[in-house]
């Protein structure tokens, strides 16, 4: 789910990059904002940090001691991508295993689909790898699968989130299969 949330930030920015002109500090701020926030990627609460919408505040500058650097607090806007239990939700497999299929769903990329949260689902080996149901419903690598979301967990050394999702419910499946 997208999170439109409200941020305060502290944007330092080096001796040597500080202009006299009003605009060119704003940009300056704008730009190094951007570079921290992209840096950032996401936090348990939040999600992954998509984009900064809007900059509400510019505080007063703060010198730092030993370095001369400027210590700016910004309040900014910023949408966020955070997945929820029990939330619906479309993803495109990348990776096909005996016992189950890896998506991507936004910006996470473990997203854990188990053959035991596929009913009707048989496991197809071979060099493409699939599971299929008997209507010849097909799950593979690049195609498209609405599921409902089961966990969630925080990877904090890796910053980011992994999902265990399921197709036990009405309208979860396979909704496209790649071209070919």
Known sequence: MFLKVQLPWNVIIAAENLKPQGLMLQRE???????DFAMKKATKDLGYFLA?????KIGEGKVRQHTGDVLFPVVFNAITFKIFK?????GVVHKVLKHGVFMRCGP????????????DYRYVPGENACFMNDKLS????????RFSVIGT???EAD????ALVSLEGDYLGPISTPDI
């Open 138 to 145: 097909k799950i593979g690598k690049d195609v498209t699968v």
């Open 153 to 155: 967990k925080w990877m």
């Open 52 to 56: 900064v919408t809007t900059l509400e």
């Open 86 to 90: 029990g939330e619906i939700l479309e």
């Open 29 to 35: 701020i704008i730009i190094r904002l951007l570079g």
């Open 159 to 162: 910053r980011e989130f992994q």
């Open 108 to 119: 996470i990329e473990n997203v854990y689909l188990s053959h035991l949260k596929m009913p």
